[in-house]
């Protein structure tokens, strides 16, 4: 089933690169060729790469393709990866579970302003990132509990990699 869902979500995450790829092109003929340059390609870019950069984030990208600096981590004994992966993945959770009632003020504050073009509430467009932040949480936790339980995101078992949590 987490198969499915994450083949859902890539197929969103394509279907947003090609309505940005499509106002870019858009955006470049009217402009251009056509010499009527217009304001909502811009802001329809804008738009999907904000969401599809947080949406593939949340639900696209697996652990293991997260930027990581691990020239020392590496090297070390499992038993400290393993300590490391808590201390770190641990300390991203607790972050983000206390950024989250600020957050959620914040975007449903922005209800107040609206796209310029579309005429879209800015709680709307910035909605995606209270979703990112509990996506986050959640992939997180899931790092930490497999650390917890002698799993790492280097050995593909991790939540969200696809698979099997054993």
């Known amino acids: 089933m987490i198969q499915a869902l994450r083949r859902g979500a890539e ?19 009217f402009r251009y060729v056509l010499n009527l340059p217009v304001g909502w390609t811009d802001e329809l870019c804008t738009l999907v790469w904000l969401w599809g950069i947080l ?34 993945s641990g300390a991203a959770v607790v972050l983000l579970l206390v950024s989250l009632p600020a957050t959620w003020s914040y975007v449903t504050f922005m209800k107040v302003e609206s796209t310029a073009s579309f005429g879209i509430p800015l709680n709307w467009v910035f909605s995606i990132y209270v979703v990112f932040v509990v996506a986050m949480a959640v992939r997180h936790g899931g790092i930490v509990w497999d650390a917890l339980h002698g799993r790492l995101v280097e050995d593909g078992h991790a939540l969200g990699d696809g698979g099997s949590a054993t």
């Open 55 to 88: 949406w593939g984030a949340s639900f696209v990208m697996t652990n293991r393709e997260d930027i990581r600096f691990d020239m020392l981590y590496s090297h070390l004994p499992r038993a400290m990866r393993r300590g490391f992966t808590v201390a770190g």
């Open 11 to 29: 197929a969103v995450l394509v279907l947003m690169m090609a309505t940005m790829f499509v106002a870019f092109i858009l955006q470049v003929i």
